[in-house]
């Protein structure tokens, strides 16, 4: 992924959207989107986010709390 090498800004808004979208998801999922998809999604989207860490403190501990909610929706059992 090439999000690291990208200005903060633009890691800024791809953090932001992706902790929005994983919200959303975590509740109150599109039905655009079958369940397994909705998990997928908030799957890769930690991935994103990983690439974007260490720009703002605060959207990293957004992201991390709608992930969280997201897992335990999707993957009860799973530690995430």
Do not use: W
């Amino acid at each position: 992924m090439r999000l690291k090498s990208e200005n903060a800004h633009i890691r800024h808004v791809k953090i932001a959207d992706q902790t929005s979208n994983v919200r959303f998801l975590a509740t109150d999922p599109t039905d655009s989107m079958t369940f397994e998809e909705c998990g997928e999604y908030i799957q890769g989207a930690k991935q994103l986010a990983d690439q974007c860490r260490g720009i703002s403190p605060l959207l990293d501990e957004l992201f991390d709390s709608a992930y969280r909610k997201g897992m335990e929706r999707y993957f009860p059992d799973q530690k995430s």
